[in-house]
């Protein structure tokens, strides 16, 4: 295997688009795994982790831009960013994975329980793929195809994630569940966004859940229920009905599909209920 | 030996080989390096059962880096590892396949990484066959044979009194069934041995291991060649807790016969899958109770059969089964028992010996059953266990009478007043928490007992300068043993505990001792050190009487010094004494031997004198449940043992806290999953050991009912706290849903999905 | 692959294989053994090491991403004289060793936490730890050391 150091992002994009069998790696935390089992076996790594096109988080042309390469620990410690993907960073791992993966790394992974993914879902966000040729945007729950499978081409990059800057309005939650309580993998999220007046009534509304189907799962009929109307029981559960039906959990050595549905309307309705307490 | 003060006993002493391990400068067996090393890797069955049809090395062989394969008929001794008879492990298989983690060749390479392509490139052909994954099946008539002799690992009864007289007494019967699933002891450190050819004609094994002497044995029959030229020497063990056993015996043998073959080192370090696919787990269990009381509580009679899930070999079923006849009762005086135990093979990973050793499973039976009694007598379960608990001169469930120690009732006082003084936040009971509190009471047998002859040697010598270096025959896996034995022979030998050396085990250069196990180390190992720092004393006396022109009786030491005792300004360094009475040729080192009384008993109804003593416990634990998602947390947990006499508080904490959270993980959390016979979560992330995150709030409290059979009246503590905590969060968490569970783990999937049942938690 | 790095502020220069890891160029090249493997997943938490302030599973890290970092192990925290850090007297002293196998590990991570917050409480503790997995002490001796050590940093 070579290992492979580009200085700048240019140079990584002309690697992969002439090498045969190169793969990215920014942290690595997965990928060196994956090796090590003889998942894969790339003939070279291109290490896009130091590329500083790749890193930071800033805000540019009314967008909250997150460069690919910057790492979970720096995202848990950013106060910029959207509540409900911090509690989603923090929710991966260990401090120790935390501090050497990446945010490419968890959305390029794919898995379907990635903690940043639902955050990202529900904050609308819009990756940044970029090859030698051409740049495009991809919307987040546009870009997983299956388990570990995504839109990315062999010769793209993701570059960065960016989020509207409306997102940074309105209040958002993160919940999760999984077989223990440090270091764990999510046997079910749920990311929330939204926006309500004082008596609960929702305005806007962006919901995701992971873990529950072949790829994070953006609930479009459940906004659409809870748009323009009150918090109440009643509601709630008409809601919990709609999660159900729109949910395909499996079952599998982290969790049953049972568990899976029991616990997704509670880690619902939990979050939306923090989410909704900025607003009374 | 009285009951006399002391001077490090009962107070906090710092481990005597911490340095070393905060430093990182101790080696256990994987951070070894020898010249010319060469690494083992085993090529592993994968499959649960089926017939050997081929096995061709020729692949592997022509990796450059690979220097050998071993197969079965490599080995020139009988190809067999397991503690006990029927011993009926091959080393490397050949022919049947019985498990999916079972060795059928070891490839030996430059690298480790060659190692494992090599081992991967050996074309195996199996011809599967319908693996047997239930006891239920595998006790089936006409099933298939897993061993020639059948499916029945071992049988035993206990029989006490009349089992039918006492029913018929019984105003009351309680009845169920429990089941209890596989744990992982889950070591830091996975399984790791270096073999070393001396150029002598002798071979060196170092090993992370809890039983040199076994380990000595069966290398030296896989080598065929006599023990005595084989020395297993103890490399720092990083966490034993039963599982380095018949896993070292087997790495230990394999590393030995290619380093003895090559004539070059060879190490063998599991990986974390080998360590829980192809080591011991501790045993599943189905338990059938059968409770009957009278209404005032009184219990009469008891019939229990228990069928233990053994996996693939015997390894200690046979004395994990003699363990859960004798413990299943519980620490009760019952006058008419029947308890039946068949451990029986099945396709899985073999089942050995854990921290509890069948007492964990029989305890969780035993007090959910005291609960369910107390609820249907309307009676406190504390109540109900104080009326039937053990006291000195009571029979135990073999017929044992113990006149001392036997302090169960002053564990249950402690937790009343402790349950007195803290209530359950039961009234912040609301929409979203369950709140419960579980007690249970619990024994454990202290030595080897019925299990055999129970020996240990310990070698203790003074230098010239005062100092003591000190041999047992009984390993410290991080339990701290090391240091109980230091603080026993400072005690003996009026030294302070700095000045005490205590050696890793050597097989070479102490009594066989037997396995560490039984939570017998202090009690059983401090007596035969406390024997052999006696035995060097009487020269210090003779020497210090002669420099102080007094009479023996005179001397005492203390704090590095011999001094008068009536005049204790009359002070002389302990070194001169040392350097005087080497001089003088009075013998400053002595090898003893501790032995335990032999137990005195009847096999067949495993009635009799069985151990030497028993650790009680009272354990009282608090939890909280979220009724949406399951989750538990541990709100409180206060774990009250008679321990004898405590040596070192800050060890006997670490015992109690480290096996309590064993015993949580084990009721809650932990489950090894499979699929058809293969392990599915055969690492950290799925097979859920607790995280600090997850740890429980022990607090621990010691009652110190002398013992006369140990050293300063001690009794081990390693194993009980594994049955007692597990046994408690099971009745609270009864408490909390008022559901009954009969299986453990309860894990909050199954609260969640039972409680849906009563339809009390769903949105 | 050629890389330079400083390693327990000796510099260190090496050749190594790209596929080599972190953990392996520690223990097997640098004789650095009191790393340890318990995983081979950063699972455990065993082979904690500190890099540019960080702690870091090394069995996840490919050697070559030492290039030019600052990296720490267990046997850089003691000083040459002996003398024990806090952090490793803190831990002898509450009994949080027992088999001392998820010592390093545990004690690089809870360095990395008081080399940024010299007196963190229990709950900044446990998160710092939750990675390094004991099946020892059930935790509760080796948050109060972390405890402890942070305790003595306000009076240092």
């Known amino acids: 295997m070579n290992y492979l150091i580009p200085e700048t992002l240019d140079q990584a994009l002309r690697l992969i688009s002439s090498q045969r069998n190169a793969k990215l790696i920014a942290g690595g935390t997965d990928l060196s795994v994956q090796i090590a089992d003889s998942l894969i076996s790339p003939e070279i790594l291109v290490d896009i982790s130091g590329l500083e096109e790749l890193k930071g988080i800033e805000e540019k042309n009314g967008f909250l831009s997150l460069g690919a390469a910057t790492t979970i620990d720096e995202l848990v410690s950013s106060s910029i960013l959207p509540h409900c993907l911090v509690q989603g960073a923090k929710s991966i791992g260990s401090p120790q994975i935390r501090n050497i993966g990446t945010l490419g790394g968890n959305i390029c992974n794919a898995s379907p329980c990635g903690d940043t993914l639902t955050p990202l879902i529900a904050l609308g966000g819009i990756l940044v793929l970029v090859s030698s040729s051409a740049r495009r945007k991809v919307r987040l729950e546009d870009f997983f195809i299956g388990p570990k499978m995504t839109v990315c081409a062999d010769n793209e990059i993701l570059t960065e994630v960016l989020i509207e800057k409306d997102y940074l309005q309105g209040r958002s939650a993160f919940r999760m569940t999984g077989k223990r309580s440090g270091q764990v993998i999510s046997q079910v999220n749920v990311a929330i966004w939204l926006e309500a007046g004082k008596s609960r009534e929702i305005e806007k509304i962006r919901a995701a859940v992971g873990s529950v189907a072949p790829v994070p799962l953006r609930l479009k009929r459940v906004e659409q229920a809870l748009k323009g109307r009150a918090v109440h029981e009643r509601l709630l559960k008409e809601v919990s009905e709609l999660i159900n039906e729109e949910i395909k959990p499996i079952s599998d050595v982290r969790a049953t599909d049972d568990y899976r549905r029991r616990v997704t309307v509670t880690l619902f309705r939990d979050a939306l209920e923090e989410a909704l307490q900025g607003f009374n | ?763 | 692959m050629h890389l330079e790095f400083i390693c327990n502020g000796k510099k260190v220069s090496v050749d190594v294989p790209a596929d080599m890891r972190a953990l392996d160029l520690i223990r097997d090249v640098m004789g650095l053994t009191g790393t340890k493997e318990g995983c081979a997943r950063g699972e455990c938490g065993a082979c904690t090491i500190i890099v540019n302030g960080k702690a870091v599973n090394s069995c996840l890290m490919y050697a070559v991403k030492l290039k030019g970092k600052e990296v720490f192990t267990i046997e850089g925290l003691s000083e040459e004289s002996g003398k024990l850090h806090p952090l490793q007297e803190a831990f002898l002293e509450e009994g949080a060793v027992q088999c001392g196998f998820c010592t390093p590990g545990m004690i690089m991570s809870a360095k990395a936490l008081l080399d940024r917050n010299p007196r963190p409480n229990e709950e900044e503790i446990e998160e710092a730890i939750s990675g390094n997995i004991c099946r020892c002490t059930g935790y509760a001796k080796i948050v109060k050391a972390v405890t402890r050590a942070g305790l003595g940093n306000n009076h240092g």
């Open chain 2, 1 to 763: 030996m009285g009951n006399v003060k002391l001077s490090s006993m009962g107070k906090r002493v710092r481990k005597i080989d911490g340095v070393e391990l905060v430093t990182g400068r101790a080696k256990f067996a994987g951070d070894m390096k020898f010249p010319g090393m060469l690494y083992g890797y085993a090529r592993r069955a994968g499959v649960p059962a089926g017939i050997i049809k081929k096995r061709d090395v020729r692949t592997a062989l022509k990796i450059p880096e690979v220097a050998m394969v071993l197969l079965a008929e490599d080995i020139p001794g009988p190809n067999i590892i397991g503690i006990l008879p029927p011993f009926d492990q091959p080393l490397l298989a050949a022919e049947e396949i019985r498990y999916e983690g079972e060795s059928i060749a070891l490839v030996v390479a430059k690298t480790k990484t060659a190692a494992k392509e090599g081992a991967l490139a050996i074309e195996v052909e199996i011809d599967p066959l319908e693996p047997i994954l239930e006891p239920d099946e595998a006790l089936k008539k006409g099933a298939r044979k897993i061993h020639p002799a059948g499916n029945i690992t071992y049988s035993k009864k206990l029989i006490k009194g009349d089992i039918d007289k006492g029913f018929k007494e019984a105003e009351l019967v309680v009845e169920n069934t429990y089941h209890t699933s596989f744990q992982e002891h889950a070591y830091l450190e996975p399984e790791a041995v270096c073999a070393v050819p001396c150029g002598d004609g002798r071979v060196t094994v170092y090993a992370s291991c809890q039983s040199p002497f076994h380990l000595r044995g069966h290398i030296a029959a896989n080598l065929s060649v006599p023990a005595s030229r084989v020395r297993v020497v103890q490399a720092y063990t990083g966490g034993s807790f039963g599982g380095k056993d018949d896993v070292a015996a087997e790495i230990g043998s394999l590393a030995a016969v290619a380093s003895v073959k090559l004539g070059l080192p060879v190490m063998i370090a599991h990986e974390r899958e080998e360590s829980i696919k192809g080591s011991n787990l501790r045993h599943a269990s189905r338990i059938h109770y059968k409770t009957g009381a009278r209404r005032d509580g009184t219990i009469v009679a008891c019939k229990i059969e228990i069928i233990l899930d053994g996996g693939a070999y015997s390894s200690e079923s046979p004395f994990v089964t003699m363990k859960s006849l004798i413990h299943a009762a519980g620490p009760y005086r019952i006058p008419n028992i029947l308890v039946e135990c068949t451990s029986v093979y099945t396709n899985k990973t073999y089942c050995g010996a854990f921290r509890g050793f069948g007492v964990p499973q029989v305890t969780f039976a035993s007090e959910s059953q005291m609960d369910e009694l107390a609820s249907r007598l309307k009676m406190d379960p504390l109540k109900l266990r104080r009326k039937n608990a053990l006291k000195p001169g009571d029979a135990t469930a073999t017929g044992q009478v113990f006149e001392r120690s036997v302090g169960l009732l002053q564990t249950i006082d402690k937790i009343e007043e402790r349950r007195k003084s803290s209530d359950l936040p039961r009234d912040r009971e609301d929409d979203r928490w369950l709140y419960g509190r579980g007690f249970s009471c619990m024994l454990q047998g202290i030595s080897n007992g019925a299990e055999g002859i129970d020996v240990v040697g310990a070698s203790v010598q003074v230098s010239q300068d005062g100092s003591v270096l000190l041999g047992v025959g009984l390993t410290d896996m991080g339990q701290g043993s090391r240091t109980v034995f230091a603080q026993v022979a400072a005690e003996v030998l009026g030294v302070t505990v700095d000045r005490v050396t205590v050696r890793q085990v050597d097989t070479d250069s102490v009594h066989d001792s037997g396995p560490t196990v039984a939570s017998r180390s202090t009690t059983v190992g401090g007596m035969a050190v406390f024997k052999a720092a006696a035995e060097v004393k009487k020269s210090l006396q003779k020497m210090a009487s002669l420099m102080f022109k007094a009479g023996e009786e005179q001397v005492s030491f203390k704090n590095n010094f011999a001094s008068l005792k009536q005049d204790d300004s009359a002070r002389i360094p302990l070194r001169e004494v040392a350097a005087a009475a080497y001089w003088s040729g009075f013998p400053l080192m002595n090898l003893a031997f501790s032995r335990a009384p032999d137990a005195d008993f009847d096999h067949e109804t495993h009635q009799g004198d069985i151990y030497i003593a028993y650790n009680f416990g009272t354990h009282m634990m608090d939890i909280r449940i979220d009724r949406f998602t399951g989750r538990v947390q541990v709100l409180q947990h206060i774990a009250s043992h008679d321990l004898g006499r405590v040596i070192n508080l800050t060890g006997v904490e670490g015992q109690v806290e480290g096996g309590s959270l064993i015993g949580f993980g084990f009721a809650h959390m932990e489950k090894i999953e499979s699929e058809g016979g293969s392990i599915t979560n055969a690492n950290f992330a799925d097979y859920a050991v607790p995280t600090v995150k997850d740890r429980i709030p022990t607090e621990t409290i010691c009652v110190e009912d002398y013992n006369p059979t140990g050293a300063f009246g001690a009794k081990g503590i390693g194993e009980p706290p594994v049955a007692g905590a597990a046994s408690a969060f099971a009745n609270a968490v009864a408490a909390a849903t008022g559901v009954r569970f009969t299986k453990l783990p309860i894990t909050k999937e199954d609260i969640l999905k039972a409680g849906g049942k009563h339809g009390r938690y769903s949105h």
